[in-house]
Structures are given as structure tokens and as C-alpha cells.
């Protein structure tokens, strides 16, 4: 499974670790920047991660922010995409398995470490519930 991630300053610390805690999962990673933490656009890095999902070059991906609502506010522009704010594992398992989320938005200013590694392993280990859900979900994009 392939994995877009992207961060602005404020999540590239967080990033890193994101990167290490994916990698070490197996999961092969395209990292979509920033690559430092000098001050940047969010929207440039929540564009380039939900691109890559919605025309899936990647099969999900993982924003970083500082609140997370801007990277989330923007992906969510994309129609394909189900981008979900995730402060805690259950959020996150909930995120995929009642709205087939395939962005994971992390808040880096007000999640630890060991809260992101948790989310994280919430996120990528959650399936879909289908269902009920899945009306749900199929109401949710514009046409």
C-alpha cells in the first residue's frame, strides 16, 4: 500500500515521525513536502496529498498541521476525497470504519507522540463497515 503525506511547518516534525512509524509498518510512503519547518501555504501540501489520493497514485495519505482544520478544509475540496480531523484512535477507527475516510488529518499542536503512533496504527488497521455506511457515504460528494 502506497501512502501520500504531507505537512505544513507547523506538522514537519510530526511528519518525520509519521514517515518512520509507516515505514516500519511496510508501507511505502511519497513524501509531498514541506521539507522543513520555515514557514509555508498548507493548502499547496493538503492540494498535492488529496490529488495523489483521488487519482489514486497513493491509496490514502496523512496531512499534518497544527490544528489539522485547515489541511482537512482543504482536501475536502477534492470530491474524492473523505478527509477526517483525528485527535485520538477512536476518532480515527470511527473516521474509516463508519465514513470511509481516506485522508487522516493530524492535529500536530495538540497530539503527543505516542497519541499520533496510536492513531496512526487506529487508522491503517480500521476497515470500512460498508452498510448503513455506505448510503451514507455515497450521499456525500457534490455533483
Not at 24 to 36: P, R
Not at 66 to 85: D, L
Not at 122 to 137: D, I, K, L
Request: glycine content about 6%; some cysteine; hydrophobic content about 40%.
Amino acid at each position: 500500500m502506497k501512502i501520500a503525506i504531507g505537512s505544513d511547518h507547523a506538522g514537519f516534525d510530526r511528519k518525520s515521525l509519521i514517515v518512520s512509524w509507516l515505514e516500519s509498518k511496510g508501507f511505502a510512503v511519497e513524501d509531498l513536502g514541506t521539507h522543513s519547518t520555515d514557514s509555508v501555504d498548507y493548502p499547496d501540501y493538503a492540494h498535492a496529498v488529496a490529488e495523489s489520493v483521488a487519482s489514486n497514485k497513493t491509496d490514502l495519505g496523512v496531512l499534518i498541521c497544527g490544528s489539522a482544520n485547515g489541511v482537512a478544509i482543504t482536501a475536502n475540496k477534492h470530491q474524492k476525497i473523505r478527509a477526517a480531523i483525528c485527535w485520538n484512535a477512536e476518532i480515527a477507527s470511527l473516521a474509516v470504519q463508519h465514513n470511509d475516510a481516506n485522508i487522516c488529518c493530524i492535529p500536530a499542536r495538540f497530539t503527543s507522540e505516542a497519541e499520533t503512533n496510536d492513531i496512526m496504527e487506529a487508522f491503517f488497521s480500521a476497515e470500512f463497515e460498508g452498510g448503513r455506511h455506505a448510503n451514507r457515504v455515497n450521499k456525500i460528494a457534490c455533483s
